[in-house]
């Protein structure tokens, strides 16, 4: 018997019993739909906290700590950044100091107090620093300043500069001019006692790309290793910290670095270096380790959503054992006339089964729909009783409910293979009808 | 075409522990060559409607063989006797046992459907067996629609639509009035002249066992001593 054919039976059994069809098929809708929304919330919930985590960070950037020795994590070292360039599919290694005092800057009558870091350009520009403005240093009293290092520039004077709603310094106390070619003023403190302070003329030669993230801001300035070195020398402590006494370190310090970022040549590539590292006793975190364990806990979570919801296609399952069983039963006289004239038993079951399908098919199509039309309500609709509720405003773009193929194709899948199983015994007991009884009308 | 060899079947009753054995039939044997029309008659009960489920695989027989177009097949599986009765065996019943739902044109179609015949084909047929069993304008009725002859004339057409080399026919005549019950016999007639259909036919009618060719009659179970009549 051809597929076609078979399809047509259906098609007139299926006509002879519209309602009772109708609510099976609207309970296996209903079941699948439950199991879609369910796991929605789970893949929603995860695209989020993804997309947030991967937004905030560079996905090719790997932080290095430090290195393992014995019980303790040791600062990395030159011989350290030279080992870690070495790794296969990295592109650059970066490096930063930061002055362990905050100097102060002034150009003419304006003053900004922030941190002065020491980083090695050449490296910076491989892992894809960019200017707004000007050039990098090229001479040791050359610097590039952060993109907000300017707002931070305030007039000296007793007035309050500052606004009291954003707390910024107020437009009429800024500095307004171009810093790029002008000369700053880099005043360090020797220690904390005395009031010994040394200037360092600075010219700024270049500002620095606004931050991609826009609620972050780079007021730093970046100094060359010279000047780091002459504050260090000044105040004779590392990193020119004040308020230790140079006397009690201890003379043989290596030169270390406080930040140290290690950037793959693709995302691909940074598991592989994290690995490598890991290997190597290097201590790192990148985005795409916190990722895969943000992921696995994830799956954990929507493995358990969708195993919640396949319990509401299984319930759904016994209307469609009801409605095959009684199918079976009203049809037992037709089956025995089929058997009688030759139908095999295998045709028969097939019949069955395939009835059984069809409703799980029509059933996960609607499930489908109506699961897509609810995500999309409690998308826009959640948000907004939750803002109305606690009055707080909800991140930009939360998605509660997410709905990706994968999930569809997992929830018909499961549909499918609930509704065939319930069609099945169903569709064995109508092969086992005894043409005569059925024909006798006795069944 | 079909050899019964010492065929004897019996029915247990009653549940498990207390089962009663009713003996329905006793070391049967006969023999129905191709092209015949054999008739078996007997009294209700005698065991005749027994025999026909046996020969059609209905039901297995306790004891004995039935061989058909040389193919043992009381060896049969359930599945290859039903593969057997769609390639080989027509069937006209009493009660015309045609499907309520399906239209006299769909009911006739039918066996073509389970051999996986495609449409045009099926049509062709299906066209040309109404129009010979004169049913052209009723074939979109459905069963109910039609009159007990026409519905026999319906259930004939589907015994013949895949041109079976036998047919069993189960008092084909039983549920109809002496004018349609000559009609009907009259085709069973024709098909047998003109197609060399064999036919067996389980009737208590005297008047529809005289169109065989050969009666064989059954009491209480058994062929009665000179039952084969010529």
Redesign the interface.
């Known amino acids: 018997?051809?597929l076609k054919?078979q399809y047509r039976f259906i098609r007139?059994n299926i006509k002879?019993n519209r309602a009772r069809t109708f609510m099976t098929i609207l309970a296996t809708a209903m079941g699948c739909a439950f199991l879609i929304v369910l796991a929605s919330v789970g893949y929603g919930l995860q695209q989020s906290i993804v997309k947030e985590t991967m937004e905030q960070q560079i996905v090719t950037q790997i932080d290095v700590y430090g290195k393992e020795k014995g019980n303790n994590y040791e600062a990395l070292t030159m011989e350290d950044i030279e080992q870690l360039e070495k790794v296969e599919n990295v592109k650059a290694v970066t490096r930063k100091n930061q002055l362990r005092q905050m100097p102060t800057y002034t150009i003419d009558n304006y003053i900004a107090g922030t941190m002065a870091v020491s980083t090695y350009f050449p490296s910076e520009v491989k892992a894809g620093l960019e200017l707004s403005e000007g050039r990098l240093p090229e001479n040791p009293n050359e610097v590039v300043v952060g993109y907000q290092f300017a707002n931070e520039l305030k007039l000296d004077t007793e007035e309050n500069v500052y606004d009291e709603e954003t707390g910024e310094v107020k437009e009429e106390f800024r500095y307004s001019g171009n810093l790029v070619g002008k000369t700053i003023t880099m005043t360090v403190q020797k220690d904390m006692e005395s009031d010994e302070i040394r200037e360092i003329p600075l010219t700024v030669v270049g500002i620095l790309e606004e931050p991609t993230k826009e609620w972050m801001s780079d007021l730093n300035v970046y100094i060359s290793q010279d000047v780091f070195e002459q504050v260090e020398a000044y105040t004779g402590t590392p990193g020119g910290e004040i308020g230790i006494d140079p006397d009690t370190l201890e003379s043989n310090q290596v030169e270390s670095f406080d930040e140290v970022q290690v950037y793959a040549e693709n995302l691909e590539a940074v598991q592989g270096i994290v690995d490598e590292l890991g290997d190597n006793n290097y201590a790192t975190y990148s985005v795409v380790s916190e990722m895969k364990e943000i992921n696995t806990l994830f799956t954990i979570a929507k493995a358990g959503l969708i195993l919640v919801g396949t319990i509401a296609l299984i319930i759904a399952s016994i209307g469609i054992y009801n409605t095959m069983t009684m199918a079976v039963t009203e049809r037992a006289p037709?089956i025995g006339?089929?058997?009688?004239?030759?139908?095999?038993?295998?045709?028969i079951k097939k019949i069955f089964l395939l009835e059984s399908s069809y409703i799980g098919i029509i059933g996960a199509i609607i499930g489908t729909i109506v699961a897509y039309l609810t995500s999309m309500l409690v998308n826009i609709g959640l948000p907004l009783i939750l803002e109305m509720a606690f009055n707080d405003e909800m991140p930009e773009g939360l998605k509660f409910s997410a709905i990706p193929w994968s999930l569809v194709v997992i929830a018909v899948g499961i549909c499918l293979v609930v509704t065939i199983l319930s069609g099945m015994r169903p569709a064995k007991r109508a092969t086992q009808i005894d043409?005569?009884k059925a024909?006798r009308r006795e069944i | 075409m079909i050899t019964v060899k010492q065929i004897s079947h019996h029915f247990e009753l009653g549940k498990k522990g207390q089962k009663t054995i009713l003996p329905v039939l006793n070391d049967i044997t006969f023999q129905v060559d191709k092209g015949e029309i054999v008739s078996i008659v007997g009294k209700s009960g005698s065991g005749k409607s027994t025999l026909l489920n046996l020969i059609s695989g209905f039901i297995r027989p306790t004891k004995g063989e039935i061989r058909i177009k040389e193919e043992v097949v009381t060896d049969f599986s359930e599945a290859k006797f039903a593969d057997f009765r769609l390639n080989h065996i027509g069937f006209i019943f009493q009660s015309f046992q045609l499907i309520p739902s399906m239209t006299a044109y769909q009911n006739i179609e039918l066996p073509l459907i389970l051999k996986g015949e495609n449409e045009t084909n099926r049509k062709q047929i299906v066209d040309r067996l109404l129009d010979k069993v004169g049913l052209v304008d009723f074939k979109d009725h459905y069963p109910s629609e039609l009159s007990g002859g026409q519905q026999q004339r319906v259930s004939i057409a589907r015994a013949l639509v895949l041109e079976p080399a036998l047919i069993l026919a189960d008092e084909p005549t039983g549920s109809l009035d002496s004018e349609t019950e000559t009609e009907v016999l009259e085709i069973i007639k024709t098909l047998n002249k003109e197609l060399g259909i064999t036919f067996l036919i389980i009737t208590h009618d005297e008047e529809v066992a005289r169109i065989g060719h050969r009666t064989i009659t059954i009491k209480d179970g058994s062929l009665m001593e000179g039952g084969v009549v010529q």
């Open positions: 018997m051809k054919d007139q002879k037709d006339i089929m058997k009688a004239i030759g139908a095999n038993p295998k045709t043409v005569l024909m």
